[in-house]
T-cell receptor, first 114, second 112 residues
């Protein structure tokens, strides 16, 4: 069975600080996909990134970056120079190959203070 | 623009009532999902549907049922609402297997 662990329940930072969210996963499949979603206070989950298990390149998108390390089964997410608008709950999720279902972590609440 | 809509953002119901949560997607997707979200537990899958009139139990189906009469609409039914079903309910539809799921805005249900 697949499993996703987000050990950090809450993180509070001051604006412009960097923040890293940890995600550790378990799966028996060799082909799988990892995701990050953002849930702002409005409630709607917003897709951020999808990464397959064969692509270990780090990804950067503006102030967001992701570090995928198969050796440690981790897919960590960093927000650089955080802003108040980054305040949200962030979820990491995993899908095995050819499966429509997602397994979500418990989420990490990020609060960015002005 | 991809869209998943849910009938209500907030709902307050009494214990024992029958509750219908409606979800509509305009993407012509085959698959639709219902999750509930609770603090510290993340999103947990209640039911999903691969096609019209087809449904599969997720991880926590007890106390719920679903209906999918049309491709674009997937309803979650609480036959007899209980206080432990107070939660945020999220509907989603994926583009394909192992692709991202598009989520609706959520329905925050309170059962008193």
């Amino acid at each position: 069975a697949q499993k996703v662990t987000q050990a950090q329940t809450e993180i509070s930072v001051v604006e412009k600080e960097d923040v890293t969210l940890d995600c550790v996963y378990e799966t028996r499949d060799t082909t799988y996909y990892l995701f990050w979603y953002k849930q702002p206070p409005s409630g709607e989950l917003v897709f951020l990134i999808r990464r397959n298990s064969f692509d270990e390149q780090n990804e950067i998108s503006g102030r967001y970056s992701w570090n995928f390390q198969k050796s440690t089964s981790s897919f960590n997410f960093t927000i650089t120079a955080s802003q108040v608008v980054d305040s949200a709950v962030y979820f990491c999720a995993l899908s095995e190959a050819n499966d429509y279902k997602l397994s979500f972590g418990a989420g990490t609440t990020v609060t960015v203070r002005a | 623009d991809v869209k998943v809509t849910q009938s209500s953002r907030y709902l307050v119901k009494r214990t024992g009532e029958k509750v219908f949560l409606e979800c509509v997607q305009d993407m012509d997707h085959e698959n639709m999902f219902w999750y509930r979200q609770d603090p510290g537990l993340g999103l947990r899958l209640i039911y999903f549907s691969y096609d019209v009139k087809m449904k599969e139990k997720g991880d926590i189906p007890e106390g719920y049922s679903v209906s999918r009469e049309k491709k674009e609409r997937f309803s979650l039914i609480l036959e007899s609402a209980s206080t432990n079903q107070t939660s945020m309910y999220l509907c989603a539809s994926p583009e394909g297997p192992s692709y991202e799921q598009y989520f609706g805005p959520g329905t925050r249900l309170t059962v008193t």
